[in-house]
């Protein structure tokens, strides 16, 4: 019996907390670092649509750019100074939105991506 | 998000709160009860520095694992066992002691034996008095309300082992937190024995 009223005293005491003077200080320690592992965890989650966002809009140009050049060398070499009429052609009309939709839509892409980032970045400084 | 009007409810709505991703609430519950878990970590045997650093790490734990916390039992043990739980890991990995059956060097008692403390119901001084391994299992047991057999799990030391550690433990403590008239008569009967 005293067994266990010894037992019941001793539980009871470790339920007591002991008081720290630099008890706030420390909760406020604890919730600055969540705030920190948040703003990085944010910024990573950020990072990562801007990198794949650029990634689409690369790829998208860069198909672009494919089709332009297996289309020079699938003509060879004889119709170079054609194509590359044509190539000159095509990038006159580059900035037409009817000629070339994909190629606006990726640098449309790009600049939300780095707008994006850059409105994160100003975020979280 | 957080709102910025201050936390009052219980904890387990706290901890609903903190699930959704309050962190304001969340920071209610480390203001509530970090005291607690840094005091259990001191008990275990840890340095004022790292008990700080284990208790911020448990917190941290407790907000990603918060979601597991469905207000069965109180805040306050569920954060004190993951507490523990990291605790025993930083030890293990550091291999600061090996717990063996043989009982360790304690803390030098007092010139004049427990009659002399003056505050016989300090839990704390008494703690010092026991060996590392008694402490931890005590404190384990009776502190993060763990049970023999998951602190011989945690340790990995055959549970016989940790039940001796903690009857060796509590015999010791009882003897130093014994309360002043016990310990009086104590002392009058060793002079008498002496005389």
Same mark, same amino acid.
Not at chain 1, 76 to 97: E, H, M, P, V
Not at chain 2, 43 to 66: K, W
Not at chain 2, 79 to 98: G, H, N
Not at chain 2, 135 to 151: I, N, Q
């Given at each position: *019996? ?42 990573? +989650? ?11 809009? #690369?790829? *998208? +140009? ?48 790009? +600049? ?5 980032? #850059? ?7 | ?11 387990? %709505? ?48 407790? !907000?990603?694992?918060? &979601?597991? !916390?469905?207000? %069965? ?9 993951? &507490?523990?739980?990291? !605790? ?14 043989? @009982?360790? %060097?304690? &803390? @030098? ?10 505050d016989r119901l300090d839990l704390d001084e008494a703690l010092k008095h026991l060996s590392k391994a008694e402490r931890l299992c005590v404190s384990l047991c009776y502190g993060a309300d763990w049970s023999h057999a998951e602190a011989a799990e945690a340790l990995n030391i055959p549970l016989g082992t940790v039940k001796s550690h903690v009857k060796r433990g509590l015999d010791k403590l009882r003897v130093r937190m014994a309360? @002043? ?15």
């Amino acid at each position: *019996m005293a067994d266990q009223d010894f037992e019941t005293q001793l539980a009871r005491l470790y339920g007591q907390a002991p008081v720290f003077r630099d008890a706030e200080l420390f909760a406020r320690q604890v919730t600055e670092k969540l705030d920190r592992g948040w703003a990085l965890r944010r910024v990573a +989650i950020g990072a990562t649509g801007v990198v794949a966002g650029l990634a689409v809009a #690369v790829q *998208m +140009i860069g198909a672009r750019f494919a089709n332009e050049f297996s289309e020079v060398s699938s003509e060879g070499t004889q119709q170079w100074s054609l194509a590359l009429a044509k190539l000159t052609n095509r990038y006159d009309q580059l900035f037409t939105l009817g000629g070339s939709e994909v190629l606006w839509v990726g640098a449309a892409l790009a +600049i939300l991506a780095l707008g994006f980032a #850059v409105t994160r970045l100003i975020d979280e400084v | 998000m957080g709102t910025e009007r201050p936390h009052t409810g219980h904890d387990v %709505e706290l901890a609903a709160l903190a699930a959704a991703g309050d962190r304001l609430a969340f920071g209610e519950l480390v203001r509530r009860h970090g005291s607690a878990v840094r005091g259990l970590l001191r008990r275990l045997g840890a340095d004022p520095a790292t008990a700080d650093d284990v208790a911020q790490d448990a917190f941290l734990v407790g !907000y990603e694992q918060i &979601a597991d !916390y469905r207000g %069965e039992g109180a805040f306050a043990g569920w954060i004190k066992k993951t &507490a523990a739980r990291l !605790y025993l890991r930083k030890v293990k990995r550091e291999a600061r002691f090996v717990l063996t059956e043989a @009982p360790e %060097e304690a &803390a @030098p008692a007092g010139s004049d034996g427990p009659a002399a403390t003056a505050d016989r119901l300090d839990l704390d001084e008494a703690l010092k008095h026991l060996s590392k391994a008694e402490r931890l299992c005590v404190s384990l047991c009776y502190g993060a309300d763990w049970s023999h057999a998951e602190a011989a799990e945690a340790l990995n030391i055959p549970l016989g082992t940790v039940k001796s550690h903690v009857k060796r433990g509590l015999d010791k403590l009882r003897v130093r937190m014994a309360a @002043p008239s016990e310990s009086a008569s104590n002392d009058s009967a060793r002079r008498e024995n002496r005389g």
